[in-house]
């Protein structure tokens, strides 16, 4: 019923930026929150940020607070990730997440009911 489609991944190196974007169809109307999680090689996937239906309100992981920023355009059904001062740890894939049904708290990935496929982010030092 919603199709999520991540861009906007690439190679940087350490200290540059990037903009992902995160761009629903389907009965978007009917999205809450949304979020951005990420995984790295060998690790669990790890919660990254995430905004409210009008982005009133946001939320982030720690040691993403004063980095990124989340954002969203309801008119184009897109949410955005601004990614500034990576790091190598920021390496990983990116997915954006949203939900259907209002429940959880939306840091954790049980809230979500739709998922991306992904879009790379690699950093080197």
């Known amino acids: 019923q919603v199709q999520l489609v991540e861009s906007g991944g690439g190679l940087v190196q350490a200290g540059d930026s990037l903009r992902l974007s995160c761009a629903a169809s389907g009965r978007t109307s009917s999205i809450y929150d949304m979020g951005w999680f990420r995984q790295a090689p060998g690790k669990e996937r790890e919660f990254v940020a995430a905004t409210s239906r009008t982005g009133s309100r946001t939320y982030y992981a720690d040691s993403m607070k004063g980095r990124f920023t989340i954002s969203r355009d309801n008119a184009k059904n897109t949410v955005y990730l601004q990614m500034n001062s990576l790091k190598p740890e920021d390496t990983g894939a990116y997915y954006c997440?949203?939900?259907?049904?209002?429940?959880?708290?939306?840091?954790?990935?049980?809230?979500?009911?739709?998922w991306g496929q992904g879009t790379q982010v690699t950093v080197s030092s």
């Open positions: 997440a949203a939900q259907w049904f209002i429940r959880g708290e939306p840091t954790t990935a049980t809230a979500y009911d739709y």
